[in-house]
């Protein structure tokens, strides 16, 4: 079902079943010339039908429409595959598109993980559970290369290309000046917290993340349009909750380390997580997948900050307080 927010602008509900995230939020601009869809889904039926059924309602005809991608993930890039054909115009940011374009396969990723202490016998079934790998796109369409400062022009809308990175490396958020819109992809969600995690060597993606959030901080902004869940108001409340989140996250770490040197798959298994699941053996795979992601992410930040220190013994990194 699709709802008119303002002139030209409508939202669609795409649903994400047996996600946590609930749904995707799609937005569609419509414009005489072309129109604009802001995120998509996954490469899945339910995905599609919703898709279809709601563009129907509001007479959006694909062939007269450009898709931007807030960030590289299934859940917002993977359906434009099959919404796009070789007239329309994928807009993504340069990070996440150098990644999509030089994919490696999951190994690396594995690789990093398994560094940390994920178990190399889970390795598989984790992957195959991914919702990338189950509902991802693997016909690429071409992408238009996004910068910070961006504009797209649409339905009577300058929207300017807000580079923030953090949930991924090139996430990048849409801004309309003149209602004071700001198309938040994953970088500000209400009700849950954006997963920032570190699956690659050498980054340090929580403090990415945290300057980004700094970025917004300083914006006018009267209405978030998130990638999921609800839409929000008050901007700058939530920013400052997100950051909360993190501080306590990294006083939690830390007080995780106190019992001893740990890699981040033990670490994980000890920090607290909004999941119904009695214990960390009971967690689904790919949840595991993603909390080892979230706990590098923040034992790396502590040990830029030089609260921790890293050791690697046999094929293991540690980390323990300095
Ligand atoms: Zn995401």
């Known amino acids: 079902m699709a709802e008119e927010l303002l002139r030209n602008l409508y939202r669609i509900e795409i649903p994400l079943p047996g996600s946590p995230l609930g749904w995707v939020n799609s937005y569609v601009i419509k414009d005489p010339e072309r129109n604009l869809i802001i995120d998509t889904g996954l490469n899945r039926k339910e995905c599609l039908d919703a898709m279809l059924g709601g563009l129907a309602e509001i007479g959006v005809d694909l062939k007269q429409t450009d898709f931007y991608i807030t960030h590289l993930h299934a859940d917002h890039f993977a359906l434009a595959q099959s919404l796009s054909d070789v007239t329309t115009t994928v807009y993504m940011n340069g990070p996440d598109k150098a990644f999509i374009e030089n994919w490696q396969g999951w190994e690396p990723i594995a690789e990093f993980l398994v560094l940390n202490g994920f178990p190399r016998d889970e390795i598989d079934s984790a992957i195959n559970s991914h919702p990338a790998q189950k509902y991802g796109s693997w016909q690429m369409p071409m992408m238009s290369a996004v910068e910070d ?79 999921h869940r609800r839409l929000l108001r008050d901007c700058n409340s939530r920013i400052e909750e997100l950051r909360q989140h993190h501080r306590r996250r990294l006083e939690e770490v830390l007080s995780i380390l106190e019992y001893g040197p740990q890699n981040a798959y033990e670490a994980a298994s000890r920090m607290t997580w909004d999941i119904d699941c009695s214990s960390w053996e009971a967690f689904p795979v790919s949840q595991k997948w993603f909390a080892t992601g979230e706990a590098v992410a923040h034992l790396r930040y502590l040990e830029e900050s030089g609260r921790v220190v890293r050791d690697e013994h046999a094929g293991c990194r540690v980390y323990s307080i300095t």
């Not at 970088?187 to 340090?204: A, F, K, Q, R």
Request: hydrophobic residues 40%; negative net charge.
């Open 149 to 227: 400062g961006d504009i797209i022009r649409c339905g009577g809308y300058d929207l300017m290309a807000v580079a923030t990175p953090g949930h991924t490396r090139g996430h990048t958020c849409l801004y309309e000046r003149v209602n004071k819109l700001l198309f938040s992809g994953d970088h500000i969600l209400i009700d849950i917290t954006p997963n920032i995690g570190c699956s690659v060597e050498g980054t340090n993606p929580l403090e990415l993340y945290l300057a980004s959030l700094d970025k917004v901080f300083g914006m006018q902004v009267d209405l978030v349009l998130p990638g």
